[in-house]
């Protein structure tokens, strides 16, 4: 079994490589295209032999109708995300589309997004959204230790990474990232090959959350449901 898969995330820095204008939806990613949240995703699903890497497929995601990337508040439109989710019929459409946004604060936005896309007209693929408090890199600062690895810098272990105010934990990786001098998507990257998923779900509970619900969408009684 082989599982194609979109990922959707807020920012750049998360899905990697940005696509040209010219690249059509649905075209499969190459290891060196993906962003840290292509990596945690197919982690989550490859844990415990699940699924072997190589059957874990990433694919362009689709575009807004302005032909752009979509980004940040994209997602948070219930009418824009379900277009997102609309996918036309194809060979190389996927089979599940991952949406990825931060709380901001906002602790029912979860529910609002669930509920605004749990009946998509035309689409035929499933779809888990995670919802990171109080944003992505809250979950990429958990685990020190891969922090560390990925600036080759020690990296002090933070606060509950849950209790920090929204933007909290992207400036806190941001400055580390620039006093080390690293690369931004390389470092994330590497946080995201090297963090330890339990250590993760411990001490953030919205990233446990997403992780079972990612594996229970994709079991084989669930899948393409």
């Known amino acids: 079994m082989s599982l194609r898969l979109v990922v959707y995330a807020e920012g750049a820095l998360e899905t990697g490589v940005p696509h040209g204008p010219r ?17 945690l995703v197919r982690r989550c699903l490859s844990a415990n032999g699940r699924l072997p890497d190589a059957a874990i497929r990433f694919h362009r ?27 036309p019929p194809s060979p190389n459409r996927p089979d599940l589309a991952v949406v990825l946004v931060d709380a901001d604060g ?22 888990v959204i995670g919802v990171a408090i109080e944003e992505f890199e809250a979950w990429l600062v958990a685990d020190d230790r891969a922090v560390s690895e990925g600036l080759h810098a020690t990296f002090p272990t ?37 963090c330890g998923l339990d250590a993760i779900s411990a001490r953030c509970p919205s990233f446990a959350d997403f992780r079972a619900e990612l594996v229970q969408t994709t079991l084989p009684a669930t899948f393409g449901r």
């Open 106 to 127: 906002d602790r029912s936005r979860k529910g609002t997004l669930d509920a605004g896309t749990a009946m998509v007209p035309g689409a035929r693929l499933g779809r």
């Open 158 to 194: 933070p606060k509950a990474p849950e209790t920090m105010a929204p933007q909290e934990a992207k400036l806190l990786l941001a400055e580390a990232i620039a006093l080390a001098g690293a690369d931004p998507q390389v470092v994330r990257r590497t946080i995201a090959e090297k």
């Open 61 to 87: 995601p689709l575009r807004t109708d302005a032909g752009r990337v979509a980004r940040g508040s994209d997602f948070l439109k219930v009418a824009r995300l379900r277009k997102l989710l609309s996918w």
């Open 23 to 39: 690249t059509p939806p649905g075209n499969e990613l190459q290891d060196d295209e993906l962003g840290a949240a292509h990596i």
